[in-house]
Each structure stands twice: as structure tokens, then as C-alpha cells.
């Protein structure tokens, strides 16, 4: 396994969550590290996105909500996920963007539900 996505679940409209996403050590070099999601019925769409450098894109649907970083020293991506809408229910993906190939880690199911 090259890249472990965690941390979704059942949370209430205006709730938090933290995603992780834990690469390889290859991988975590990689020249983009985002992550992307799917609700049902719908599209795989952006959410967050941070390059080697550390720039970041989000769509603008999470902007001023989601926050996605990185931790060098574990390997790890995160997604903070702050008040949190029942149109964020999505299944979440961890992609990343490396010279040798496009890689996605499993999902991980986030729910936003009273």
C-alpha cells in the first residue's frame, strides 16, 4: 500500500474532521499530493490540492473551510475540515502526482448528517 487515506466518519452539520493521508516514503516526494472527492451519483471533483513547495489550491467550495497541509517528518498529508455541510458527504480520495505515475489511496467515507 503507497499512499492510506483515514480519519472519515458520521459528523454533524457544523462539525470537524481531520483526514490523513500516509505516503510512502517515494511517494511523499511526490509533485502534488491533493484530495479529491465523490458523492453519490456525482463526478470525482477536487477538493485540496499542495504542491512540493507547499502551494495550495482548493476548490472553491471548501475555501475558508478546509485547510490541507503537510507533516515531512511522517509522511503525511491532512485535510482539516471545518463546518462541515451536508454537501460535503462524499466518499474523500488521497491522490498523488508523481514522476512515475498518478497514484489514489482508498477511500474514506465522510458523512455530514443531523
Known amino acids: 500500500v503507497q499512499l492510506q487515506a483515514s480519519g472519515g466518519g458520521l459528523v454533524q452539520p457544523g462539525g470537524s474532521l481531520r483526514l490523513s493521508c500516509a505516503a510512502s516514503?517515494?511517494?511523499?516526494?511526490?509533485?502534488?499530493m491533493g484530495w479529491y472527492r465523490q458523492a453519490p451519483g456525482k463526478q470525482r471533483e477536487m477538493v485540496a490540492t499542495?504542491?512540493?513547495?507547499?502551494?495550495?489550491n482548493y476548490a472553491d467550495s471548501v475555501k475558508g473551510r478546509f485547510t490541507i497541509s503537510r507533516d515531512n517528518a511522517k509522511n503525511t498529508v491532512y485535510l482539516r475540515m471545518n463546518s462541515l455541510k451536508p454537501d460535503d458527504t462524499a466518499v474523500y480520495y488521497c491522490?498523488?502526482?508523481?514522476?512515475?505515475?498518478?497514484?489514489w489511496g482508498q477511500g474514506t467515507q465522510v458523512t455530514v448528517s443531523s
Open positions: 491522490k498523488a502526482i508523481h514522476p512515475s505515475g498518478v497514484y
Open positions: 516514503g517515494s511517494l511523499f516526494s511526490s509533485n502534488l
Open positions: 499542495i504542491l512540493t513547495g507547499g502551494a495550495t
